[in-house]
């Protein structure tokens, strides 16, 4: 079954099409980030006009790479929130358009569920180890706009552990990024000038609420306070040695907090895998902190998957599918048309939702 995944819940416009929710054929994703940066940051309007300029080129591409011509697409799936309602609304006015034309399936998915399922796309440089999930699975979604814990019992069916009650991680990362005078999203720099710097330095309280919510607004003004009193209140620039090691000082509190958490839900749980899904999972210091909680060291470059003495296996997206993509939109779509095909035939349009939660299905 093919499917012509659409993403544009934010600022990158994507489109792919995957192979019965597993392989994929093409995946295109124009990033809006140089665009973004000028500003420090995503503007709605402008992130909306740049989808529409992006759109067909993308689709376009897509379908070109994978050789296959639209009249050949099973089904269309695509994001219907959260995100960005100018965002959204072009994804999802190509999708309705695109299957009312074509006749074809047309299958909503929340964002944050696609972040979930790519980490079952195959790839050669990522062999799936295990194609099928063991559930229960203890998934750890955190990205620019959701930090949450999730139980996940069965396909479509999620039971929600906790969340952020204030900034999302990725939100933290890109906010102190900012602090640091680094480009947007700061969460790939941070990671790379965290290498340079010794987090013992400058140590940070770590933000750990009881519960399995998390709070990461705190983090950040102890990040602001902490530069103001390093610099005498802002009256001399941060040395580069300063800024590498604030880096790797926020960037171990944040792993640390992300870490133990996932770890001690998925004890409770009894889970037999552990999930990384958006953005932030892309940080290899998260991914080597999870590793060590849950196998040794050096089985990490074998694969996404793994089976070690009783332990959950751990899995994690290849890097090109940590940050938002249409490979993943496509792969959770094939899952949901699977489950109840009917559904999604001749279905009334999709209307994006910037606040969807995810749901059961
Ligand atoms: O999933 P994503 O592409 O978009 C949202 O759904 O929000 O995630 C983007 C977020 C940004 O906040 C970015 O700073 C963060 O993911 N991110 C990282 C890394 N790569 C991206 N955070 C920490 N370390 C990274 N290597
Ligand atoms: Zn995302």
Known sequence: MLILGIETSCDETAASVVRSGREIL??????????????GGVVPEVAGREHAVKIVPVIKKTLKEAKITLAEIDAIAVTQGPGLQTSLLTGVNAANILAMVLKKPLIPVNHVEGHIYANFINSDQWPVISDQPNFPIVVLTASGGHNEL????DHGKYKFLGSTLDDAAGEAFDKVGRLLDLPYPGGPFIEK?????????????LPYPKTFNFSFSGIKTAVLYLIRDITNG???????????????????????????????AAEKYKAKEIHLAGGVSANSALREKIVVMVRPLDNLRAGSAHHDRGKPIFR???????????????????????KSPGKYENSAPVIPDPNLKIKNW
């Open 150 to 153: 999730i139980l996940w019992l």
């Open 316 to 338: 994690f997206p290849h890097l090109s599918l940590c940050t938002d993509n249409a490979a993943m939109v496509a792969t959770a779509g094939f899952f949901k048309f699977s």
């Open 26 to 39: 093409s995946n295109i994703v124009f990033s809006q980030i140089k665009t973004h940066a000028k500003t």
């Open 193 to 205: 000038l965290a290498k340079k710097g010794d987090p013992k330095v400058f140590p940070l309280p």
């Open 234 to 264: 802002n009256k001399r620039k941060l040395t580069a040695k300063e800024r590498a090691c604030i880096a790797a000082s926020f960037q171990k509190v944040m792993c640390e907090v992300l870490a133990r958490k996932l770890i001690l």
